[in-house]
């Protein structure tokens, strides 16, 4: 059965997830939904309005943060 089917099957282990739960599946999703959005539009505006030359440890630690959440968004499709 299906979790469309039955709610409660939210809950239960799930083959077609290789025995998680629907219900971990669904809440890491939804971190990665908002890494993406949260943290990618702070990191991405910060990148992309930055003046004036970098610090290259700076530099580096906002490139670092914004691949993390542009990353993020392949852990929402993929399964």
Known sequence: ???RD???AIFQRAD???GVRPINIYLLRLLYILMFFVLGKETW???LTHQGPWDP???VA???WTAFAS???LGITTH
């Open 16 to 18: 077609r997830y290789e």
């Open 57 to 59: 440890t700076d530099a």
């Open 1 to 3: 059965m299906r979790v």
């Open 6 to 8: 039955r709610p409660e």
């Open 71 to 73: 990353l993020a968004g």
């Open 62 to 64: 906002w490139c670092v």
């Open 45 to 47: 505006t910060h990148i």
